[in-house]
């Protein structure tokens, strides 16, 4: 059983939120810079480092000796995309009012990332509820891996930004 109550949503609906959220970010950015590139990339590094970085925390819970079973993991990161998705369909149409009414395109930057990182901020603390972490270490691991995906998402987000708002 879960350790945080469902989202009142069904579970294929909060998935396809959290495959179409990213693409409407990106749609956002492409539309202030008239560049195509971020309704690919956008969704790319979401569920690219979403995927590459996966694998690491589950090893190291397994380092500890406080790994769950792998199913429950699984149905842990389920969760916790979802809740992104949710999030984010959530702050799309407000990022998209105050991107598309400002006018620097930094602005948009902006509010693209910030929507971003509310969205990736609440996934982690969902899957930290989900993972019902135990013990200081496991903590610890899970706080780095945290640090570490928001990381390297953020440096190829800021990449992207870089490229196409130049």
Same mark, same amino acid.
């Given at each position: ?21 990213? =693409? ?5 950015? /492409? ?14 590094? =979401?569920?690219?480092?979403?995927? !590459? ?6 090893? /190291? ?59 990736? =901020?609440?996934? +982690?603390?969902? +899957? ?9 270490? !496991? ?24 490229? =196409?708002?130049?």
């Amino acid at each position: 059983m879960s350790a945080v109550s469902s989202v009142p949503l069904p579970r294929p609906a909060s998935l396809a939120m959290a495959a179409l959220g990213p =693409v409407a970010i990106g749609a956002i950015l /492409a539309a202030r810079v008239s560049h195509l590139s971020p309704l690919v990339t956008t969704p790319a590094i =979401v569920f690219g480092v979403f995927a !590459t970085t996966s694998p690491a925390l589950y090893i /190291a819970t397994a380092t500890t000796g406080q790994a769950p079973a792998l199913g429950a993991m699984m149905r842990a990161f389920g969760a916790a995309i979802g809740a992104f998705g949710i999030v984010l369909a959530g702050l799309v149409l407000p990022a998209a009012f105050l991107s598309l009414t400002s006018t620097a395109a930094t602005t948009t930057f902006a509010v693209t990332s910030l929507a971003l990182v509310a969205a990736a =901020v609440l996934a +982690l603390w969902r +899957l930290s509820a989900e993972l019902a972490l135990k013990g200081a270490t !496991t903590w610890w691991v899970y706080l780095v891996w945290s640090v570490a995906t928001l990381g390297i998402a953020g440096r190829l987000w800021w990449d992207l930004a870089a490229e =196409v708002i130049s």
